[in-house]
């Protein structure tokens, strides 16, 4: 699945226009505690989390993430949305809770880990 099937499947918008959608979703993963996110960070992992600051881009660079998924419409700060950008990284808002996101995500084929 892409980033652009994954905005259909969770009712998203995504913050980051600019970017293209086409990067394949390898696995799923919820969680708030940025270390331990790199410690289990993986390549095309769709991370979602309740953080919106900084530090959240720089995790999901790093571990060269296609996409971070903020549930409930929280909003990212314009500075962390604007990095984003520039690193190339698709940030998602969804109106879902981050358990309804991770429902859906498994029942289209997401696993929790890259096959």
Known sequence: M????LIGLLDATLQTPALS???EVSCGYTCDLLSW?????????AW????THMNVIAVAVLADMACVILP???DMDIDSIGKA?????????????AFEIC????SAGIP???Q
């Open 2 to 5: 892409k980033v652009a099937d």
């Open 21 to 23: 959608t086409d990067r």
């Open 37 to 45: 996110v790199m410690a289990h960070g993986e390549e095309g992992m």
């Open 48 to 51: 979602v989390t309740v953080q």
């Open 72 to 74: 409930e419409n929280i």
């Open 85 to 97: 950008a520039d690193e190339g990284l698709c940030v998602l808002k969804s109106p879902l809770t």
């Open 103 to 106: 429902g859906r995500m498994t």
């Open 112 to 114: 929790a880990s890259p």
